[in-house]
């Protein structure tokens, strides 16, 4: 599930999808939670603050880059790479 928007409102709608999980047995997984932001972005939610922060540059969604940056070099380095393979 991807949430966007104001630290606060983010910081509900989890709090939220926690309680309705929690009436169906269900936990969130902190582990696997992400919190992609800038890094000069404070986040004062313990939950949140919880979650493994990722650099806006560094991102990807189903394997394909979102920016410039580290995972947009990565991914094309790959793609070059394989290219040169064949």
């Not at 939220?16 to 929690?22: D, P």
């Not at 540059?57 to 995972?71: D, E, Q, T, Y």
């Amino acid at each position: 599930m991807t949430l966007g928007g104001k630290v606060e409102t983010v910081a509900s709608d989890v709090a939220k999808i926690v309680e309705a999980g929690s009436e169906l047995g269900l936990s969130l997984n902190v582990a696997k939670c992400e919190l992609i932001a800038h890094s000069d972005l404070q986040v004062n939610d313990t939950l949140l603050q919880s979650f493994q922060r990722v650099e806006i540059s560094n991102i990807a969604l189903l394997g394909a880059p979102l920016f410039s940056g580290p995972a947009l070099d990565s991914s094309w380095t790959s793609v070059v790479m394989t290219s040169l393979e064949r």
